[in-house]
């Protein structure tokens, strides 16, 4: 048997939906490419074959939620030369960080029946709280081009091309209108992470910040602009409280304006 | 010579038909998701007939007209340079061979185009993204190859939207310069159009569909429309001296205020005619064998744009507002001998927050630091 030189991919889960290491299955025309280039090692979504570590790329997905969670991500950056972050819940936290914001005991006790079996941390992080990440791809989920260029990137050894301005520029070079301009829709595009291709938008509605906060966010001046168009506070806070909820400053602006957090 | 004639309504329509018989990709103004946009049309039915707007910073609204006027609107979101500059356009791509590397030229043979309803303000824009593009050291080829042989039918202004100061700018109303055809839609006593003739490709085609001599009266009412949009012009800009008052206005606390609402989202330079800025992607195949160069739009108002060997340089909003509007109006003209912006008030519309550059410019006169916008 001869030596397989090609560099190991592995790919893991932590709390999270599984949609996206769904995207790296749903690069169906490039799918074959990427496993000649790559070895498969470890990616049980996909196959139950597993080939013990070390690995040269870890794609990370889900958020540090259990005590074992904790154990396992330090268990992997120590068997990963690059560990790359894949999705809001890696990056951000994800939707389930919304109970950072609530009193975990308190909402355990009402949704399970016997809520002393059930071994969790107060509040669901991402990835880069816990250990050295050296790639954090945005999206809810990511975008399946956007993955692709960050693996191939990591094979040829150069920087990935993605961009952090915000989604606006993708928005407009699509040649959509602006919503929010025209309809009075509001939109997260202004304060978000480009990466997605303006999807939203593209189809007449507004961002809903998938790709969590572009790189200069003023997140609270859009939440100014979205009071002055008649939007309640508790409105404001909900649109920033989603996937990236975790993620500043999505986080203090919606808990700024959400009237369960004043006084 | 006479330069000025009528053409009907159906004589537009054979016009364009002309156009489009000669190879030529028609785009002009259609109504889609809510905004008179620039795009592909096949014929005189698909324009805005009976549509205008209502424009005011940040906000934008489709009207109903009841005349049926086809370019009774003002400023489209979309500015012309989409088809000149486009958004996105891969320079080259480059094989890995035994030896080294060979680099294959990507240039296309771009679209035949022809422009229908090109504003006063649009017109200045395109000489100055001609002169930006083409007219210095470093020429664009991919620019030139597109405005080369492109067609343009002007269409002189009637009204001005809330938004508009090209009077300020000295780029409008009325349209001079720069179009093949100019028309100058006439509503009463019946729907006509008043034709100015401004190359010989535009003569030409005029010669090829049924039209009279103007007479005075026509011409009178052809100035009047453009008087009438003078008079309707929504803002206005104080020029003089404006490259002092900029420069001599870099620590105004008025970028700073600004920047507490500036979303740093890029719509004023994605939107604005004269903005030209792009930046360079490179990109792999899997096994390292190819690569390609992609050019796209990008904006003084990213972070990235201003990184260098060691850090971003505008790391503030503050900081990218005042280059952006500074670079407008004061540093271009070092840079081409013009200002930068036409008064087409897009920015204006179009930013989510309606930041009014007419605004900040008025504050940063009125508070002037050291009286340097005053006269020598």
């Given amino acids: ?263 | 010579m006479e330069n000025r004639f009528l053409i009907t309504l159906e004589g537009l329509g054979a016009l364009l038909a002309e156009l489009k018989g000669m190879g030529r990709t028609l785009i002009g103004p259609v109504v889609r998701d809510g905004a008179i946009v620039y795009d592909e049309i096949t014929g005189l039915r698909d324009l805005p007939a009976g549509w205008g707007d209502v424009q005011e910073a940040g906000r934008y609204r489709l009207e109903k007209r009841d005349d049926g006027a086809l370019f009774a609107y003002n400023s489209s979101p979309m500015a012309w340079k989409r088809f000149l500059h486009p958004p996105a356009l891969t320079l080259w791509k480059a094989r890995r061979r035994d030896d080294g590397f060979r680099i294959e030229s990507e240039a296309q043979a771009p679209p035949l185009h022809a422009f229908i309803g090109v504003r006063a303000c649009d017109l200045r824009a395109i000489a100055i993204q001609d002169r930006v593009l083409m007219e210095d050291r470093f020429r664009d080829p991919h620019y030139a190859a597109r405005r080369r042989d492109v067609f343009i039918l002007a269409a002189q202004c009637a009204q001005a939207g809330n938004t508009c100061f090209c009077a300020s700018m000295d780029s409008g109303p009325r349209a001079t310069q720069g179009f093949d055809l100019a028309l100058t839609e006439l509503l009463h006593p019946e729907h006509r159009f008043l034709l100015e003739v401004g190359s010989e490709a535009g003569g030409r085609l005029l010669s090829r569909v049924p039209h009279q001599v103007a007479g005075e009266a026509d011409w009178a009412a052809a100035l009047q429309a453009t008087e009438n949009a003078r008079a309707q012009m929504g803002r206005h800009v104080d020029t003089r001296n404006i490259k002092t008052l900029l420069y001599g206005n870099a620590e105004h606390p008025r970028w700073e205020e600004t920047a507490q609402r500036c979303l740093a989202c890029a719509n004023c330079t994605m939107v604005c005619p004269t903005c030209f800025c792009t930046a360079i992607e490179d990109h792999t195949d899997l096994e390292g064998s190819e690569a390609r160069r992609v050019r796209h739009w990008d904006s003084c108002f990213t972070s990235q744009f201003s990184h260098i060997h060691g850090g971003v340089v505008r790391a503030g909003i503050a900081s990218r507002y005042r280059q952006w509007l500074t670079h407008k109006l004061a540093s271009w003209q070092d840079q081409f001998g013009t200002l930068g912006c036409v008064g087409c008030g897009r920015c204006i519309s179009w930013c989510p927050e309606g930041i009014d550059i007419t605004e900040e410019l008025a504050v940063i006169r009125a508070q002037d630091q050291n009286g340097a916008g005053e006269d020598a």
Avoid at chain 1, 51 to 74: A, N
Avoid at chain 1, 191 to 201: D, L, N, Y
Wanted: a negative charge; charged letters at 20%; proline letters at 7%.
């Fill in chain 1, 1 to 263: 048997m001869t030596l397989d030189r090609r560099p190991r991919l592995a790919v893991w889960k932590f709390a999270s939906c599984d949609g996206c290491q769904l995207s790296l299955l749903d690069c169906e025309d490039e799918l074959l490419a990427v496993a000649d280039a790559i070895e498969i090692a470890h990616f049980p979504e996909a196959s139950r074959r597993s080939v013990e570590g070390p690995y040269d790329l870890s794609l990370v997905e889900g958020s540090i939620t259990t005590p074992r969670d904790l154990e396992r991500i330090r268990e992997i950056r120590g068997i990963s030369r690059t560990l790359v972050t894949i999705g809001a819940c890696a990056t951000a936290g994800g939707i389930q960080a919304l109970r950072n914001y609530a009193d975990i005991k308190e909402y355990m006790s009402i949704v399970y029946a016997h809520p002393e079996y059930i071994d969790v941390l107060a509040r669901a992080t991402p990835i880069a709280d816990h250990v050295p990440v050296d790639f954090e791809l945005r999206g809810c989920p990511v975008n399946k081009q956007q993955l692709l260029e960050v693996v191939n990137a990591f094979l040829n050894g150069r920087p990935p091309a993605i961009p952090n301005y915000s989604v606006c520029l993708e928005c407009k070079r699509r040649a959509a209108v602006c919503v929010m301009v025209a309809h009075g829709t509001p939109c997260l595009g202004p304060v978000t992470q480009a990466g997605c291709g303006a999807i939203c938008p593209g189809f007449t509605r507004g961002c809903y910040g998938c790709f969590g906060p572009q790189d200069t966010p003023n997140t609270e001046s859009l939440a100014q602009a979205w009071l002055r168009a008649g939007k309640s506070g508790a409105e404001v806070a909900r649109v920033f409280h989603t996937f990236n909820c975790g993620a500043e400053p999505f986080a203090s602006t919606g808990k700024r304006h959400d009237p369960n957090h004043q006084g």
